[in-house]
């Protein structure tokens, strides 16, 4: 279902931009409005006062005729003029209490109530016994009503220019969005060229990055992982080959009677090729699928790596390498699975066992490490370039840079080896060994139900 404007980012932001030219209209007329009525006030009382002090002066000179001639202009300017003379006042209305103030000889500048309207009132003396001058001017009435008027056509000018705004934002912000919504549409449809041009701003530049990064991500591992599918068709291949080969020479009698069992024996052993190269895949899969089943438990890794070195003893001679052991004599717990771990002791070893040659050192190692007890496999052969260590436990990685070079496996081992130890909460790193060759270090967790 597609969503409404205000479902959108874009609608979303035209309300907001919209929402708050509103807001800010309103609240500015709130503050303007005392102010403007204020401020008109004291202008008109400042005008009241320049003109009290002007009639002050004019009425105590002039005649009657001219009293009266300024009496005039002064109401025609919207000023009501009050004579007081001997304490009483020429015309009702004033208050009493302005009367008597300015009839005793004090200037007023008050405000107060006549006929029923607020007025602003300046009071002056004249010269003579009890008498004065007092203007009145009404007070800033319709100032509010002026300025609540304008406000709605600043809110109406507001409202239309948070919308343009809005508008022209929700573009700039949305139109990198549904370009980064494209290109993952496309990445997920399996186009794996599509980039994003990097622009700011920051937060879309990045969006962008990532998106760029993802796609190289993806291109890269999926040519690994079809690398990785040629190297193991390659190796299905093989075996499946020497086994199809031989059962066809058996079956047209090509291979006599004396030759049959060591062809028995080469099938035999391809057959195991392929079981260690399926069952490989298998457990690499449920690793993956994080459904491999570990049983941890306190295990001392000196048990351990001393019961496998005594394994492996019998393989190494008489002309495999030389396997040593570097074994403490205090044990070292860790928690983890035994069998898992043993796995890839094994592997590893079986890895060396390929390529070391005779007499070559193959050193077992176990220590304590200030994270976790620490197995050590490490042989005198060809070892590591500083960038096979950077792709030592991708799958296949070595197996493609070395084949037709070396001996080589499936390309699996390492990478099994690599996810095994981590699904047992360890880490294991590839290096160069002392001895010449290739070293790796897996380091165990120490056991928490014993101590270290």
Not at 83 to 108: H, S
Not at 406 to 426: D, E, F, M, Y
Request: net charge positive; with cysteine; aromatic share 2%.
């Amino acid at each position: 279902m597609r969503p409404g404007f205000l479902g959108t980012l874009s609608g979303r932001i035209v309300l907001v931009t919209a929402a708050t030219a509103v807001v800010a209209v309103i609240v500015t007329a709130m503050v303007a409005l005392p102010i403007a009525v204020r401020t008109a006030n004291s202008a008109a009382r400042d005008d009241l006062l320049d003109k009290s002090a002007i009639a002050v002066e004019l009425l105590a000179t002039e005649r009657p005729i001219a009293r009266e001639r300024i009496v005039s202009r002064l109401r025609a300017d919207g000023v009501d003029v009050y004579l007081i003379r001997r304490g009483a006042v020429d015309r009702a209305g004033l208050p009493d209490r302005v009367i008597t103030q300015v009839a005793g000889g004090t200037d007023v500048d008050t405000r107060g109530i006549i006929g029923g309207r607020s007025v602003l009132i300046v009071g002056r003396t004249l010269r003579g016994n009890n008498s004065g001058v007092v203007l009145t001017r009404a007070a800033a009435s319709g100032t509010a009503t002026r300025v609540l008027r304008g406000v709605w056509i600043a809110l109406l000018a507001g409202l239309v220019g948070g919308l343009l705004a809005g508008a022209l934002l929700a573009r700039f912000i949305a139109r990198p969005l549904r370009h980064a919504a494209v290109a993952a549409g496309l990445l997920s449809a399996g186009d794996r060229s599509v980039r994003l041009a990097v622009r700011p701003p920051q937060e879309v530049a990045e969006l962008a990055s990532a998106l760029n990064q993802l796609g190289a991500a993806l291109q890269i591992s999926e040519g690994r992982e079809r690398d990785f599918l040629l190297s193991v068709s390659h190796e299905l291949r093989t075996p499946l080959s020497t086994i199809r080969g031989y059962a066809e020479a058996l079956a047209d009698g090509v291979i006599g009677a004396d030759g049959t069992p060591r062809a028995g024996q080469t099938m035999l052993a391809e057959a195991d090729r392929l079981d260690r190269l399926i069952s490989d895949l298998l457990v690499l899969a449920r690793l993956e699928a994080a459904d491999l089943p570990v049983d941890v438990v306190p295990v001392d890794l000196v048990d351990l790596v001393g019961s496998a070195a005594e394994a492996w003893a019998t393989r190494c001679v008489p002309d495999g390498p030389r396997l040593l052991t570097e074994l403490p004599q205090a044990s070292i717990l860790v928690d983890t699975d035994p069998g898992r771990i043993r796995q890839v002791i094994d592997g590893l070893c079986e890895n060396a066992l390929r390529v070391v040659p005779p007499g070559a050192p193959l050193v077992l190692a176990v220590r304590a490490g200030e994270h976790g007890g620490v197995v050590e496999i490490r042989d005198g052969g060809p070892g590591f370039t500083d960038e096979d260590l950077s792709v030592a436990f991708q799958r296949g990685a070595l197996h493609q840079r070395y084949r037709g070079i070396r001996k080589t496996g499936s390309g699996l081992g390492l990478a099994l080896a690599a996810r095994l130890v981590g699904r047992l909460g360890g880490a294991i790193a590839a290096g160069h060994a002392p001895e010449g060759g290739a070293m790796f270090t897996v380091t165990l967790p120490y056991t928490t139900r014993t101590g270290r």
